[in-house]
């Protein structure tokens, strides 16, 4: 029987991705999101110790809601002589309030953060997105893993990147030598290939129980 898994988020950019990601582990796995059962998004308070526990926090929102394991996941960036950054966006929108801006001035101002980073390093900078994942089973178990992408961050856009993942447009895959935003399909799979693994391990995990 194929196994269902509900990603535990509304951001259609994220939505694909964890798709496109997961066709590509090679296990045969049904993905829904919140809109296919008419869910509002659920506004969930980050304030774990680590992104790992922020990602378990944002499954757990949905837990008695869905009836089939649950997968979240919390994102930082980290930059060498910057440290990581465990809430990217909130870090580049400082003061402004999300919930006033259009989609348009939120990846602009995620545009101009990250340059400005950038830019203080002289242009180029190591880089490293770092996923912590959580998935939930019905009965309350939880598995995790961990996955890190490393980049170089510049103050160059290469590329129109998605509405809701503009950072990607600044910066140049470490596994490939090219601006991610430049990719083919194979070498998109190759660049997330460490997300692709952690998925694979957290996934397969679930199956062992």
């Known amino acids: 029987?194929?196994?269902?898994?509900?990603?535990?988020?509304?951001?259609?950019?994220?939505?694909?991705?964890?798709k496109n990601l997961i066709v590509s582990t090679g296990l045969d796995i049904e993905i829904y999101a919140p809109k296919d059962f008419g869910l509002e998004n659920i506004e969930?308070?980050?304030?774990?110790?680590?992104l790992a526990e922020n990602a378990e926090i944002k499954a757990r929102a949905y837990f008695g809601k869905i009836d089939m394991p649950i997968l979240s996941n919390d994102t930082g960036f980290w930059v060498e002589g910057e440290g990581l950054?465990?809430?990217?966006?909130?870090?580049?929108?400082?003061?402004?309030?999300?919930?006033?801006?259009?989609?348009?001035?939120?990846a602009k101002s995620l545009l101009e953060f990250w340059k400005e980073i950038?830019?203080?390093?002289?242009?180029?900078?190591?880089?490293?997105?770092?996923?912590?994942?959580?998935?939930?089973?019905?009965d309350g178990t939880i598995h995790k893993s961990e996955s890190k992408r490393e980049v170089i961050l510049?103050?160059?856009?290469?590329?129109?990147?998605?509405?809701?993942?503009?950072?990607?447009?600044?910066?140049?895959?470490?596994?490939?030598?090219?601006?991610?935003?430049?990719?083919?399909?194979?070498?998109?799979?190759?660049?997330?290939?460490?997300?692709?693994?952690?998925l694979f391990k957290i996934l397969t995990d679930s199956n062992k129980k």
Not at 13 to 18: A, D, E, L, S, Y
Not at 85 to 106: C, S
Not at 161 to 186: C, D, F, W
């Open 1 to 18: 029987m194929k196994k269902k898994i509900f990603l535990a988020t509304h951001n259609e950019g994220k939505i694909q991705r964890f």
């Open 44 to 50: 969930t308070e980050e304030n774990g110790k680590n």
């Open 85 to 106: 950054v465990d809430a990217p966006k909130r870090k580049a929108l400082g003061e402004k309030n999300e919930k006033t801006l259009t989609k348009n001035k939120i």
């Open 118 to 138: 950038a830019k203080k390093h002289g242009g180029k900078v190591n880089a490293a997105w770092i996923e912590e994942f959580a998935l939930l089973d019905p």
């Open 154 to 198: 510049t103050d160059q856009e290469f590329g129109k990147g998605h509405i809701q993942m503009p950072v990607r447009a600044l910066y140049i895959s470490k596994t490939t030598n090219k601006p991610s935003i430049q990719h083919s399909k194979e070498e998109e799979l190759l660049e997330l290939k460490p997300v692709t693994d952690a």
